[in-house]
């Protein structure tokens, strides 16, 4: 994962283990950390509606599970 520290006065990004001043990067790397902090950004949302949508489903799982066990006495 790539993450950029903003709180300093020259913001650095931490890859694979390592620093890079932001001020070091080409253009294209520049570029590169943008569409994968986009990205990021955009996961994270889809993520928690996954796991919502996983859970509504068990919920319907569970309550299909109890209303054929009832049936069968």
Not at 18 to 43: F, G, M, R, W
């Amino acid at each position: 994962m790539a993450e950029v520290d903003q709180t300093e006065e020259n913001p650095v990004l931490t890859f694979n283990g390592k620093e890079y001043p932001i001020a070091d990067l080409t253009d294209e790397q520049k570029y590169l950390v943008n569409q994968i902090q986009d990205i990021e950004s955009q996961l994270a949302p889809l993520r928690a509606k996954s796991h919502q949508l996983t859970r509504a489903k068990d919920g319907f799982v569970t309550d299909l599970d109890v209303s054929l066990s009832s049936g069968e006495e």
